[in-house]
């Protein structure tokens, strides 16, 4: 064989073994679009690892409900506002009888005080809509920042992109349609993502208060961490609708996983109109996770 042949031998087997970093990606999005098909639904997914070409894009820009994710941006804004010195972490904020969302709703608030009428400190009613998704005390902060319109306005003016919030938790109770006029792009929730954890627009302090938040939450264990390493750190914000006639709104789950080297991969991962069982709902979400998180560790 001539000198020339084998380099060109060679040159094969290098790639074979070293796959291009295109070659790489699109291999991990072909592994995420084969998992999401079990979602029997539509899937989108985007994620970011600082500083490389990871890309796990599956319809990214696509405007799937949201549910309790807005929940992020809504705490984001309230403290913005308490950084503008115009609300106080502090502050008592009345729990008005009004407020309640009836005859039943997920709401550890409402469920402590069920005929309302209490004072409730401003960071508590942020842990619990943040922490534990609680959908009253949401509705509390949202009415004390003003109305949807302001966290709108807010992510725009930071520069988040594929956002769009019209409506408070009360009115997607009464109506389930109305949670499809209020949409994450799965690209622009990973860039809202990769803003805090690397140029919060909070002081340290305040950016440090929402991801603890986020890490400590006990909502959604079985999505985006569940196949992760054992003492992964995950900072996420789960979202969930309701299921009508065997039809799920929406099943999502956006986050931050620190890497062992201190890293930390951006994920986002909205499942809309899904037939699948929840189990199986889980699992796409978990099973997409794990999937990016091994491709990063592959990155260097």
């Given at each position: 064989?001539s000198?020339?042949s ?7 087997l ?22 999401a098909?079990?979602?029997?639904g ?18 990214p820009?696509?405007h ?14 309230a ?5 503008q ?9 009345r729990?008005?009888a ?31 809509a ?9 509705d509390?902060?949202l ?11 807010y ?24 949670q ?53 750190e ?9 299921t ?30 899904s ?26």
């Open positions: 064989m000198v020339v084998m380099t060109r031998v060679s040159a094969i290098v790639v074979g073994l070293f796959p291009r970093p295109e070659f790489a990606q699109a291999i991990l999005q072909k592994q995420i679009a084969d998992i098909a079990d979602a029997r539509k899937v989108s997914v985007a994620c970011s690892l600082s500083g490389t070409s990871l890309n796990c894009d599956l319809n820009h696509a799937p409900p949201m549910q309790s994710v807005f929940k992020t941006p809504l705490a984001l804004t403290l913005h506002r308490i950084e010195g115009k609300l106080s972490l502090d502050q008592p904020i729990f008005r009004s407020d309640r969302i009836l005859p039943h709703v997920y709401s550890p608030l409402q469920d402590k005080y069920p005929a309302a009428e209490v004072d409730v400190p401003l960071r508590e009613l942020l842990r619990l943040v922490s534990e998704s609680d959908n009253v005390a949401a509390v902060v009415r004390t920042i003003g109305r949807p319109s302001v966290v709108d306005s992510m725009k003016s930071i520069g988040i992109q594929g956002f769009h919030l019209q409506d408070n938790e009360a009115a997607m109770h009464r109506d389930v349609m109305v499809y006029r209020d949409w994450f792009e799965p690209a622009g929730a990973v860039q809202l993502l990769r803003r805090l954890a690397e140029h919060p627009p909070l002081s340290p302090e305040h950016a440090a208060l929402l991801l603890g938040w986020m890490r400590d939450t006990s909502r959604g264990p079985r999505r985006i961490k569940a196949r992760l390493p054992a003492g992964t995950v900072m996420h914000k789960p979202g969930s609708s309701g009508d006639d065997g039809l799920t709104h929406a099943w999502n789950d956006i986050g931050l996983i620190a890497l062992p080297d201190g890293r930390r991969l951006a994920i986002a991962v909205f499942i809309t109109d037939t699948a069982d929840e189990a199986t709902r889980d699992a796409v979400i978990a099973r997409i996770a794990k999937a990016a998180y091994d491709a990063a560790m592959e990155i260097k």
